[in-house]
């Protein structure tokens, strides 16, 4: 038996889009025509991949053991192409993630990949994390760094990075007023988590600056106009962590996540994927 790499490619598309609906518009077929494709794929193995849990498909013992050799298989593919293939110079490679991503990882990974494959043209998108999600998610983007809820389980993940209060050195703000709070603009994971993070410790905040600019919400802390919510990738020079000192409830760590689109593989795709993964563990563990 040979497994159908374009069926595990629906697979891989219905469990990380969660749904058959979803996974029928990244791989151009109705929904129907991926419930047959999955259904031929359970008939060829002779097992059941999913069971129903109220209205949600959800995988079956069998069907996640496959689609951890899936992800696998899929992985081995790429690599074979980039051996076997000729690199294509003129193709373009759409690649978003958010301003701290780009501000710490993107110099080194852009550096290393023009030594592999000078002449290929990198087109970087840097926008607020969740336009970057949802553009991804449409299939917009061939490659993307951004940042999603730590989860252990999540295949993307490939480092954890704790969320931080920052602050100009000597800001204290008023424990009788509400916190002043510098966030990007909604929808925003950083600005829901922190303000979830203070309505559960019964903390009150106001919005002392909503942007879509990092570097103006940088500048804003550094002005000492409010805390800032953000990872601990990089911070610029005249902030400091502020936690414990202004007694703020902790936030959680979050997960930086390699996105790749499984529809539109290319060698030098994969090959920037993997570079870019190569210098987010190095930075997060520096």
Known sequence: MILDLVALRTLLAAVDLKGFGR?????NRSPGAVSLQIKALEERLDLKLFRKVGRQQVLTDEGEVLVGYARRLLALN??????LHQLNPCCEILFG????VADSLLPTTLARFREAHPGTKVRVNVDLNDRVLDELEAGQLDLGLVFRPADERDPAAIATLPMRWYAAP???PDPAA???LLVSDAPCLFRQTAMEALDTAGRAWRPAMSTTSLSALWAAARAGLGVLPRVALQSPAGLQAADEAMGLPPLPELSLC???DAFRVRPTVARLAAIS???AIETSLT
């Open 78 to 83: 790429d690599e074979a192409m980039v051996a």
């Open 258 to 260: 390699l996105v790749k």
């Open 97 to 100: 993630m958010p301003q701290d």
């Open 23 to 27: 996974a029928a518009e990244r791989v």
């Open 277 to 279: 993964k190569e210098v």
């Open 178 to 180: 509400p916190l002043p």
């Open 170 to 172: 000597g800001f204290t």
